[in-house]
């Protein structure tokens, strides 16, 4: 974009400092906790409110009947969008308005939006309430700033991510919402740091599996057949042949934290026999050979690998095991798929904003991919879009964190990055 253009934006957004700070603000004062999914209306009406006084189309979609939807705590997501003066591509910031519980050990009013050194803290300060006034001050600053702008801006707030994102991005990509002939970049801004561009995250598999045996007294084993002793040689053939296998698969995916480059696997839960009692219980457990023993495992999937042949590689050391076991037996439960995402280096959105970080920042930008999960996920297989990132401001590390923070001058920078990126993609 001509240097002329760039500067006015530039001392736009530099002008638009204390509202940002107040917009984080408030939009962490609205406690929009997941579970249960409280104030999702309150915290869409308040953008919705300010963004149509700025010229934006507003659309509250309730994601009716998805997951956790229900009168008490219905589902609601924003979608506002200004048209340029000539039709052109749409350019989309997706950030989701839920946070998480605010545990203990915090030092501010989790929902006071308190502003210290620089930072501003609360629940979701910087997952990702931050990111979304980022893109919302990025926006409003481009719009007012370059009327003649080609194409549209849309900013999305959606509910849900943190429980998967099915009352919010896979709601509205089902409905076309994210259709490639609709919107062409997707940016998302969660805090992955100002100078970071995540380009995905790998995929993810959940499932149950129980062992079963047969339910005796536990003075007399040999007339059972102990479930938690076979979920035990389960495990022992995990620790000798899958574990060592999925720490040697590689992955070029360049996932943060290092750890994370080779294929993992996690023991979420295991649970065998008789069950808890409830706290403050006195009595004795009753001797029983537990006939089922169930673990829940976490399977993290590379962009290398095949859902069908991780799910064929667990079900493989099954019949391993039961082989070796005579009275064995075993179920495997799906519980939740995932399949990895990865935008390519040299996607529009991609080149953009990394050529936008340089400027504004004077440095190249790292290139990382999530451990986790977020709605990428949702844009890429469901609306099939993908030419689609994450970046905003904010340390990764600090989400869900107690004291929660995001910099104030982390966020003009990437408020900034945001505008230059609608600058060069809606010229
Ligand atoms: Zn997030």
Not at 237 to 261: I, N, S, Y
Not at 267 to 284: D, K, M, R, S, V
Not at 401 to 423: H, K, N, T, Y
Request: proline share 7%.
């Amino acid at each position: 974009m001509d240097e002329d253009r760039w500067q006015r934006l530039e001392a736009a957004i530099a002008a638009r400092r204390d509202d940002l700070v107040a917009l984080t603000q408030a939009l962490i004062r609205i406690p929009t906790l997941n579970p249960p999914g409280r104030n999702y209306r309150e915290i869409c009406e308040f953008l919705a409110a300010r963004l149509a006084a700025k010229g934006f189309g507003i659309e509250m979609i309730r994601a009716t009947g998805a997951p956790a939807d229900s009168d008490a705590h219905p589902r609601w997501n924003l979608i506002a969008r200004h048209e340029g003066a000539e039709p052109g591509e749409c350019v989309h910031f997706n950030g989701h308005h839920d946070v998480v519980e605010v545990g203990h050990g915090w030092s501010v009013d989790p929902f006071g939006g308190e502003v210290r050194e620089g930072r501003v803290y609360g629940r979701g300060a910087c997952d990702m309430k931050g990111g979304i006034a980022a893109a919302v001050i990025a926006a409003e600053a481009f719009v007012e700033t370059c009327p003649d702008y080609r194409g549209a801006v849309e900013i999305s707030a959606t509910a849900d991510e943190e429980s998967g994102g099915y009352g919010g991005v896979a709601w509205l990509a089902e409905r076309g919402w994210f259709d490639p002939d609709r919107v062409q970049h997707v940016i998302i801004p969660e805090p992955l740091n100002k100078d970071r561009i995540c380009l995905g995250h790998r995929g993810v598999w959940w499932a149950e599996i129980e062992t079963q045996g047969r339910i005796a007294h536990g003075s007399m084993p040999f007339l059972g057949d102990c479930a938690v002793r076979h979920m035990g040689a389960v495990i022992a053939e995990m620790e000798e042949t899958l574990f060592p296998l999925l720490a040697g698969r590689q992955t070029a995916m360049p996932v943060v934290p290092e750890g994370a480059r080779s294929s993992t696997l996690n023991i979420n839960a295991i649970h065998g026999g008789e069950p808890e009692q409830e706290p403050g219980y006195t009595g004795l457990p009753a001797p029983c050979v537990p006939d089922r023993c169930r673990i829940v495992i976490d399977r993290r999937v590379l962009i290398e690998e095949d859902i069908a042949e991780v799910k064929a590689e667990i079900a493989a050391l099954m019949e391993r095991v039961k082989a070796r076991r005579p009275g064995f037996g075993y179920e495997i439960r799906e519980l939740f798929e995932v399949a990895p995402t990865m935008a390519p280096r040299d996607a529009p959105v991609v080149t953009t904003v990394a050529q936008a970080i340089t400027h504004v920042l004077g440095r190249a930008p790292d290139f990382v991919v999530s451990p986790g999960t977020y709605d990428q996920k949702h844009i890429d297989r469901i609306g099939r879009l993908k030419n689609c990132i994450a970046y905003g401001p904010g340390i990764l590390d600090l989400a869900h964190q107690p004291d929660e923070w995001v910099g104030i001058e982390d966020m003009l920078d990437s408020a900034r990055v945001m505008a230059r990126v609608l600058g060069m993609l809606l010229r």
